[in-house]
């Protein structure tokens, strides 16, 4: 069993920031990789920023580069994600992501979400 557990979302003014964290634990055979998903209402879940394990490989969408910044401490299972420069666009529920290794398959562990509200 894997428990994701998510902090730092909130309310924030426009041009604002905030740091989410995300802290894995539980039974994990491999991580593969973690990052952060985002679901606005009426819209589809969609890929935020990624790091992928035992490399420096980030994978971000192209509206947050250059503003969002994923990174991850290993000994800790935790991956953080620094949002900058924060827009209306931005806000959405952010759900913490783990791809896990095990028994020769991929599989996905989800974080209940924290909402991010980007409002003046």
């Known amino acids: 069993q894997v428990q994701l557990v998510e902090s730092g979302g909130g309310l924030v003014q426009p041009g604002g920031s905030l740091r989410l964290s995300c802290a894995a634990s539980?039974?994990?055979?491999?991580?593969?990789?973690m990052g952060w998903y985002r679901q606005a209402p009426g819209k589809e879940r969609e890929l935020v920023a990624l790091?992928?394990?035992?490399?420096?490989?980030?994978n971000y969408r192209d509206s947050v580069k250059g503003r969002f910044t994923i990174s991850r401490d290993n000994a800790k299972n935790t991956v953080y994600l620094q949002m900058n420069n924060l827009k209306p666009e931005d806000a959405a529920v952010y759900y913490c992501?783990?791809?896990?290794?095990?028994?020769?398959?991929?599989?996905?562990?989800w974080g209940q979400g924290t909402q991010v509200t980007v409002s003046s």
């Open positions: 790091i992928i394990t035992g490399s420096s490989n980030t």
């Open positions: 539980g039974s994990i055979s491999s991580i593969r990789a």
């Open positions: 992501y783990l791809e896990e290794w095990y028994n020769s398959n991929y599989i996905p562990h």
